[in-house]
């Protein structure tokens, strides 16, 4: 399988050369850090993001422009769906055709994460599951069948969205044979069944709260600078702001803390660390090894976070559950860093590249569609010099904006002075976040 085989073993993967000692990188991100911390204490005296969440209303035209361009969107985005899936299903195991796990793993895992945090809510109009759903509605509707209120909240609050990210995880990550076309494929046809399945009882609001990638995209969305409202308007604001307006959850906290340890974990897993500490394995005993590996790293994540809430309530009169839910909207841009510094090559280079060359011939017959079936990836278009640097910056500027927006949310509530202090436990759970995944990027 060559080059896709090592883009693909770790479900997806990283590279990470650092062109300076990586001290000087780890160094750098703690003073970033503290510097951001002490200037939002000296002028950022009052809470501002919640203001400016609302944004400028850029007009009814610009949202039926964006209706014009949702209906060929939706249906390609549904043609892909379907050409990932038949070629996992038909494909063979030999040789290098994975065109459906490339799509799975970089363009749906990666890209559409880095898009909902440009775009706004994409995922929304593009999810094959939200298609497949309003079709069956819509033919229910013609065979007179009654429909089901699109309203409320499903039993189990985002709970559902929860076991949907960690079973993709653990399929992604854990187990031995979650790149092979026939594995993909099934997986596809199950997470469908599941997410069309809840549709056909609870209406699409189930797609809202139970479809794990949706869930996970809305609240990246939150850091996008265009939104759209329910009356079909569409909104500018400034970055990071949407994410004032999430509601403090329990649920909500933990697909945060789960993603954030599954990319911290799949760093671990393609780093040279992880043979040292397991050995080699295959088959079903790599499968529990990795799977006892993700969640300890899971676990460890969600314990900093918890410690650091906890510290925070002794000096706020709060409880740790309390400032855990409250500031779970910081984890946001972290998130966002971490999968842009670990999947940042994957996306540029071996990956994007590949995904694009198999699209004009995904059943691996000797098409040309678009174009690009002779295409062979280009490894110097991008060096490892700038990709250390993307890296960087992400998972610095990641970790910047969430001691932004954590300030933004103390300040509503508390003086400046007290909340400055009261937050210095989390900025130490956020350096150590910062210099743990700089350190496996450097492992890498």
């Known amino acids: 399988m060559g080059t896709l085989s090592t883009v693909l073993a770790h479900g997806v993967g990283s590279r990470g050369d650092l062109p300076l000692p990586f001290y000087l990188f780890a160094v750098g991100a703690a003073v970033a850090l503290m510097a951001t911390f002490v200037s939002l204490g000296f002028f950022w005296h009052r809470a501002w993001l919640p203001t400016a969440a609302s944004g400028r209303n850029l007009g009814m035209a610009f949202g039926r422009v964006v209706d014009l361009v949702a209906v060929p969107a939706r249906l390609a985005s549904l043609g892909l769906f379907v050409l990932a899936l038949a070629s996992s299903i038909s494909g063979s195991e030999v040789g290098s055709q994975r065109f459906g796990p490339l799509t799975v793993y970089v363009a749906l895992w990666v890209g559409m994460a880095i898009v909902s945090a440009l775009f706004g809510d994409v995922w929304r109009v593009l999810s094959p599951f939200e298609t497949i759903a309003a079709a069956i509605e819509w033919a229910a509707g013609k065979l007179g069948l009654p429909q089901l209120e699109d309203t409320g909240e499903i039993p189990g609050g985002y709970w559902p969205a929860v076991v949907a990210l960690g079973w993709f995880l653990l399929f992604e990550l854990c187990y031995h044979d979650g790149t092979t076309n026939s594995a993909v494929g099934g997986a596809m046809i199950a997470y469908t069944v599941g997410m069309v399945g809840g549709s056909a009882v609870y209406g699409r609001r189930w797609l809202r709260q139970a479809d794990g990638f949706g869930v996970l995209f809305s609240l990246l969305a939150l850091m996008s600078p265009l939104y759209r409202e329910d009356t079909g308007a569409v909104r500018l604001r400034a970055p990071l702001s949407g994410l004032a307006t999430l509601a403090p959850r329990i649920d909500l906290l933990a697909v945060l803390l789960l993603v954030l340890g599954g990319t911290t974990f799949d760093s671990l897993a393609g780093s040279t660390l992880w043979p ?101 990836v280009n490894f110097l278009l991008v060096s490892t010099d700038a990709i250390a640097w993307v890296q960087f910056l992400a998972i610095v500027i990641g970790h910047i904006a969430a001691v932004l927006v954590a300030h933004d949310r103390a300040v509503e509530t508390s003086e400046v002075s007290e909340a400055t202090w009261a937050q210095r436990p989390m900025l130490v759970v956020m350096v150590f976040y910062s210099v743990v995944g700089l350190w496996l990027l450097q492992k890498a």
């Open 276 to 376: 040292d500490l397991v050995g080699n394995h295959r088959g079903w005993t790599a499968t529990g090894i990795n799977t006892a590996g993700m969640l300890i790293v899971i676990a460890i994540m969600a314990a900093l976070y918890s410690l650091g809430s906890l510290a925070v309530g002794w000096f706020t009169d709060q409880t740790a559950a309390e400032v855990a839910r409250r500031f779970a909207h910081s984890l946001v841009p972290i998130v966002l860093g971490y999968t842009v510094a670990h999947y940042f090559s994957l996306l540029v280079l071996d990956g994007g590249q590949n995904f694009l060359r198999l699209l004009s011939n995904p059943f691996d017959r000797g098409s040309n569609w678009f174009g690009t079936a002779d295409w062979s």
